[in-house]
């Protein structure tokens, strides 16, 4: 199945569609085998990791004057897609280059950006991100993480669960809020939170899900951290956050559309081959039609993802936000119904470990799920785009 489709060389750059080609280059040389029995002997694609890191992928939407690339979410989405339709998707560059990294690009400080931006670009070091809480889930504006002044310095105190990766990176940034003095009001802000700070613990949760990045649930109690630990500013508090949110959406809806092209290919592969009656099962419409639906639907989802990561990186975020949400959505919806579908196609193979598309239908789950919810998006689109009332 051709990635590069006539429409994908209008709406690409000969730039963006050269790294597509190098990205899928790499992403064959290891392939699914080697993703599924490195997470199968408990490891992480590190080789995988360190090759993209020296090629400049990891790091390709931040700032070359901090080691990046000095290209956008656009690219970066790319770089998933490819790794993911290898059957290589790289979880943790939603979280690390395009959440924390864009939010310290866009917030931070000069000192925090010389400081965390150039191993974040290079991957020698990853930022997980924590936002999700036991009692807030979808409703993010009732987390309760909350950071207290104490002299100059700051003492945090919460939960959260499902953060992913915190085993391998070093920090995590956490969204918490502030009491407004004045108002009692509390405000989101962002904190750099050192894995091994006093007060900070993490839980590993005991997922149902075969890929390298692992959940943890955390626990703050009164983590003291200095006052440099504040990305951007206490009062912008929301647009700050989600600055960071867009690309987590837009990185979703690549990662979602990686594993789809994925599942979809290795069916077609298979369709093409196996034969129990006169001609081989792809020939039978029952097979065909839903590959060829979920074909269409991964082309629509890529487009949308492509319109909402090029109005992110022209720095409108509000128009990026309705696409992001609809990228996510559509993606997510056709990796579940393409992962589906392939693991059918290929019957009983499809359940077997060696074909290795049985552990994509728990990932596929995630893509409608986080980072927020196939409901929550339709939620929004019901409210912002077209003013319906809420019901909560
Ligand atoms: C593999 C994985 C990795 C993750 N990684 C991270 C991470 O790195 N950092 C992080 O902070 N979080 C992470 N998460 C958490 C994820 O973002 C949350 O699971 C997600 O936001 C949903 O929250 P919840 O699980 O609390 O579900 P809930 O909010 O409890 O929702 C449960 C169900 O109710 C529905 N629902 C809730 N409210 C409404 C409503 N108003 N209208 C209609 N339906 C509604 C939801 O759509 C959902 O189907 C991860 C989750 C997974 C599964």
New binding site residues.
């Given amino acids: 199945m051709s990635s590069h489709t006539l429409a994908g060389d209008l709406l690409e750059t000969p730039e963006q569609r050269d790294l597509r080609a190098a990205v899928a280059q790499l992403g064959s040389r290891y392939g699914r085998s080697y993703f599924t029995e490195t997470v199968d002997a408990g490891n992480h694609p590190e080789a995988l990791w360190a090759d993209a890191a020296k090629a400049g992928y990891l790091g390709v939407n931040l700032p070359e004057e901090h080691g990046g690339g000095g290209a956008g979410i656009t690219e970066l989405s790319i770089v998933l897609e490819e790794l993911g339709g290898a059957g290589c998707p790289l979880l943790m560059l939603i979280?690390s280059p395009a959440i924390c990294g864009t939010v310290i690009a866009r917030f931070g400080t000069d000192a925090q950006r010389r400081r965390w931006l150039p191993p974040l670009a290079d991957g020698s070091r990853t930022m997980?991100?924590?936002?999700?809480e036991p009692d807030a889930?979808?409703?993010s504006h009732r987390i309760t993480t909350t950071a207290r002044r104490a002299g100059g310095d700051w003492l945090l105190t919460g939960r959260?669960v499902?953060?992913?990766g915190v085993d391998r990176a070093e920090e995590t940034l956490i969204v918490g809020r502030t009491e407004d003095e004045r108002t009692g009001q509390l405000k989101p802000c962002l904190f750099v939170v050192p894995r091994d700070a006093a007060g900070f613990a993490h839980h590993r949760i005991d997922?149902e899900?075969h890929a390298p990045e692992k959940?943890f649930e955390l626990v703050l109690d009164e983590v003291r951290l200095p006052a440099e630990a504040l990305v951007g500013d206490e009062d912008a508090g929301l647009s700050q956050l989600f600055a960071g949110l867009n690309p987590e959406r837009i990185m979703t809806a690549a990662f979602a559309l990686g594993m789809a092209r994925y599942a979809v290919s290795r069916a077609v592969d298979y369709a093409c081959e196996r034969q129990v009656w006169k001609a081989p099962i792809g020939a039978h419409q029952a097979i065909a039609h839903p590959l060829a639906r979920s074909h269409v639907e991964i082309e629509l989802a890529r487009l949308m993802t492509q319109k909402a990561a090029r109005l992110y990186d022209a720095r409108d975020d509000v128009g990026a936000g309705e696409a992001a949400n609809m990228a996510k959505y559509a993606a997510g919806e056709a990796a579940a119904r393409a992962v589906d579908q392939a693991v059918h196609t290929l019957g009983g193979n499809g359940l077997t470990r060696e074909y290795g598309l049985a552990s994509l239908v728990t990932a596929a789950r995630?893509a409608r799920?986080?980072?927020?919810?196939?409901?929550?998006i339709l939620?929004y689109i019901s409210h912002q785009s077209l003013g319906l009332p809420k019901s909560?």
């Fill in positions: 979280v997980a991100f924590g936002i999700t889930g979808s409703n959260k499902f953060v992913s997922m899900l959940q995630v799920i986080a980072p927020v919810s196939r409901e929550m939620n909560y």
